[in-house]
């Protein structure tokens, strides 16, 4: 057990040396489907998130009941069990949203990231890594969302989660928030961070 | 003709107008994962398209015979146990997702033991993708669809028979298999050009996808105006 990282290691990675989306880029069904305003994004970031968490916590208290050739069924309804969970919650508590979101919560289910954190960390790590590691990879994976939401609302509107932001002369850019714009935010902010990337490196490498 | 003119909108609006990936972008992993040549790209668009059939087959025939409310099978069973009024409205749909995937993760497994024991040139094609497409969005998508057209419509006339679902299941497919075909040919393109450092690898594909929704979305509007043009009426 000496190898794996330690809980805070595990938190600490989720939320950039790992990120879900921009490093491993798993979850991305969501990432674009969602992300055309801030709180359609974040919600179903706080989605993914709980389902995450419960999922990882009971996975890592049965670690040792699993069997190899059964695990990933394992995984999956245990998955789904938590997505009815939320989606029940979601339709009682915020109705509006729960349309807006519509089928995308129940795609939580084959969600990969959940079924990859389940595979590599909850399988293998007690229960105070995997809820780390749970926490870890939703605030990263909360921020990625956040970050092309933002994006595309702002130009696509011109306001922030409903606040205007821009001036009224700015020219909605409709394509934004339309599925086009997805793909182009997404693919922009993956080169950006590609390229801090490779600057960062290059000083460090200097340096050293 | 009015039947066969509605199977034939949902058709084309799976296929095109409303396609499962640049419209919907569900199943977008393989779309940016296994698209980086066009045979390949074959491959996984059949799989695809060949489990989405069985797929959406089985979820229709669950959802009509055991999950919704006043199922006839469900109701059956349950009147050994309890008042007929109340065995009636039995309700499981609480329990669809569990079933769904449940039903899907075995569905592959069958059909890929199957395929690979009759037929051993279909499995060179697509076997090894089978595996993979358990966990593809775009399959439980198509499923999720066909249960809001039984569960979610106002009166029981309007609920989708298993013809409609089907031709979603089938052309679903072929709208996923267009859109990673298309994109194959363009990666391989792509290859042989000078593609800035930070572009490399999946951020130029997301842009390339970027480019083909835009294109795709040139279909905005056909299945009203064809309506329209049939029908008379809007």
Known sequence: ?208 | MDYLFDIMLISLSAALINNFVLYYFVGICPFIGVSRQVGMAVGMGSAVTFVMTVAVFLSWTITTLILMPGAPLSAWVAGFFMPADKAAAIDLTILTYIVYIFSIASSVQFVEMYVRRFYPPLYKTFGVFLPLITTNCAILFACLTVMTNIVGVESPEEAWDLGRALALGIFGGVGFTIAIVIMAGIREELDLCDVPQAFKGTAITLIVGGILAMAFMGFTGVDSGIRVAVTGAP
């Open chain 1, 1 to 208: 057990m000496a190898n794996f990282p330690t809980p805070l290691e595990r938190f600490v990675q989720g939320i950039l040396p790992e990120n879900p989306v921009y490093r491993q880029f798993l979850g991305l069904c969501p990432t674009l489907a969602v992300t055309n305003g801030l709180k359609p994004a974040l919600t179903m970031a706080l989605a993914v998130g709980a389902v995450l968490l419960c999922a990882n916590v009971i996975i890592s208290l049965i670690r040792n009941l699993l069997k190899p050739h059964l695990r990933i069924v394992v995984f999956t309804l245990t998955i789904a069990t938590f997505v009815t969970i939320v989606d029940r919650v979601l339709a009682a508590y915020m109705y509006q949203m729960s349309k807006t979101l519509g089928p995308y919560i129940p795609l939580i289910i084959v969600n990969c990231i959940i079924i990859c954190r389940c595979e590599v960390c909850a399988s293998r790590q007690p229960v105070t890594a995997a809820a780390a590691d749970a926490l870890g990879q939703s605030i990263g994976f909360g921020l990625a969302l956040a970050s092309i939401a933002a994006v595309r609302e702002i130009l696509g509107t011109g306001m922030l989660a409903g606040y205007q932001v821009l001036p009224d002369v700015w020219p909605a850019w409709v394509i934004m928030v339309l599925p086009p714009g997805a793909f182009l935010t997404f693919g922009l902010l993956m080169a950006l961070v590609n390229w801090v990337d490779t600057v960062r490196s290059k000083k460090t490498g200097g340096r050293g």
